[in-house]
């Protein structure tokens, strides 16, 4: 099997590295994505831990430095201004925000890149600078996003999967694709800025509130980290709280999105449960401890050829489902392509809910897709070919798959 080597990784996190005064970032992609992005800075982080550690520590310190007063952490920060076209259509994508970044956010992948920071560095100064961090913006998910059932509500599609076609249920989008949907969704949030971003009128509106299946996988994940982080730092009552928080949205997972006669999850809003196949649905399995019922049916949909089991796995939407797609186009990211960052949380999780080879097999396929092709931002889930944007960041994680293979447990 071919294997990524480790200086092609460091040659891509170096060359999309972004710094200047007061940030260390690495840009997604040089070509498509020089902003710094919140989910992608926390997987950067996380394979930075096998190039140089103190680099992982400053790129999730500039996340920090952009954290909102109220523990809010945005889904883009604008550092600098980029080159060539980019930099032409920045004001206008700057002016969407009216600031410095983003007033929504993206999945709390934070928790968990700090606590395998901590791991690796055994930083204990640093981990005490950056903890209140991690404590303020899960509170602030808890606070604004919090429903009864002990989920949390995700926003605006940019919150999830940009385009999946859960959308397409939820916002009644059909057929509005392209430059249509991206007026739409900033038409959103020029509405919620009408409601100064009040949680209580986004959801009196009703437009987009969404109990999305893969934020709240990784939002469970982020408590149960933070629980651990809390722990060894002495804080039991904080570590506590996390616990609880997570029991409770593991329950809500599966009292609100486990569909029995489906075998699978579905994301919930108002209305109910959106029965649409995608890859968010496997993302439980990145849970330790699934209910091993839920995790066989589960793994039957991702090894079923006619679903998820495509040669090169994991598609982003089942192969069966109507909407369906392979299209490249800039908004049809998330509609049949595979990606690596959801192969990594499915990887690692499968080790821990299913038989051994499931998990192995998945890793093996992941790198050797990016071990020929490179970093792209997706892959041809029937070729294996790469498309989209070019020297993309976290597809780096496939070499984090391969040097710390899922289920070698190192703590
Ligand atoms: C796309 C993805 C988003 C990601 C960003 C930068 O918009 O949908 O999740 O953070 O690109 O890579």
């Known amino acids: 099997m071919e294997t990524i080597p480790k200086e092609k990784v ?84 700057r002016s969407q925000w009216k600031g410095d970044c983003s007033t929504i956010t993206q999945p709390p992948v934070f928790p968990l890149a700090v606590e395998r920071v901590f791991e690796v560095s055994g930083d204990r100064g640093w981990l005490r600078g950056v903890l209140p961090g991690v404590v303020s913006y899960l509170d602030w998910l808890d606070r604004e996003r919090g429903e009864p059932d002990g989920l949390v509500s995700i926003f605006h599609p940019w919150e999830g999967l940009d385009d999946t076609p859960i959308w397409d249920h939820v916002l009644g989008l059909h057929r509005m694709r392209g430059p249509r949907m991206v007026r739409w969704f900033f038409r959103l949030l020029k509405l919620y800025r009408r409601v100064g971003y009040d949680p209580a009128r986004i959801r009196e509106l009703d437009r987009f509130v969404v109990r999305d299946v893969l934020f709240n996988t990784i939002y469970i994940l982020g408590l149960e980290a933070a629980m651990r982080l809390c722990d060894g730092e002495g804080e039991e009552e904080r570590a506590g709280v996390f616990r609880r928080r997570a029991e409770r949205a593991r329950e809500g997972l599966e009292g609100s999105c486990w569909d029995e006669e489906a075998g699978f999850y ?146």
């Open 10 to 93: 460091e040659a891509l996190l170096r060359g999309n590295l972004r710094q200047g005064p007061g940030y260390s970032y690495v840009a997604p992609s040089l070509a498509r994505y020089p902003h710094q992005w919140l989910w992608d800075s926390c997987f950067h982080a996380i394979v930075w831990c096998h190039l140089d550690v103190e680099m992982a520590k400053r790129e999730l310190s500039t996340l920090l430095a952009k954290q909102r007063p109220g523990g809010m952490l945005p889904h883009m920060l604008f550092w600098e201004r980029p080159g060539g076209l980019l930099g032409a259509l920045d004001p206008l994508l």
């Open 266 to 411: 579905f994301d919930a809003t108002s209305r109910g449960k959106v029965r649409e196949w995608t890859a968010v649905g496997l993302m439980p399995l990145a849970l330790p401890g699934l209910p091993r019922p839920r995790a066989e049916a589960l793994v039957r949909h991702l090894q079923d050829p006619g679903e998820f089991g495509l040669p090169w796995p994991v598609p982003s939407a089942a192969r069966s489902s109507p909407r369906f797609s392979k299209s490249t186009g800039v908004t049809s990211l998330f509609r049949g392509l595979s990606w690596v960052h959801i192969n990594w949380f499915l990887a690692r999780g499968l080790a821990e809910n299913a038989p051994r080879e499931v998990a192995r097999s998945l890793a093996s396929r992941t790198i050797e897709m990016v071990a020929r092709g490179g970093f792209w931002e997706h892959y041809d889930p029937d070729t294996g070919a790469g498309s989209g944007a070019s020297g993309f960041g976290w597809s780096t994680l496939a070499f984090d798959l391969q040097e710390r293979p899922p289920g070698r447990r190192e703590r």
